[in-house]
């Protein structure tokens, strides 16, 4: 169920334009399980899923992973328009 929540809000939200469609449907896909966990009188901790002991060093955490992810993203770009990746297709192929 929390499958098709997800894969129904990732196809809905790309054909209705809506930015980072795989942001909502994971946020919907979230939502369900949730739910799901509710009906079932469960909780997230039970499942070993708790939330973190200092909210500031898990945010600190997420913007830096955030950051990594955005300089390997410039970097593979950098590359790109220097020529890089082409020459490594290159010498790739020959061997």
Do not use: Q
Not at 15 to 31: E, I, N, Q, S
Request: glycine fraction near 8%; proline fraction near 3%.
């Amino acid at each position: 169920m929390v499958a098709a929540a997800f894969v129904l809000t990732h196809i809905l939200a790309r054909k209705f334009g809506v930015p980072g469609p795989g942001t909502w449907a994971v946020l919907c896909a979230l939502a369900v399980a949730s739910w799901s966990l509710r009906r079932a009188g469960m909780r997230w901790d039970e499942l070993g899923m708790r939330a973190p002991e200092n909210w500031w060093i898990a945010l600190a955490w997420v913007a830096a992973l955030y950051a990594a992810a955005a300089l390997a993203k410039g970097a593979h770009g950098l590359a790109d328009s220097l020529g890089l990746i082409a020459i490594y297709a290159r010498i790739a192929r020959v061997t």
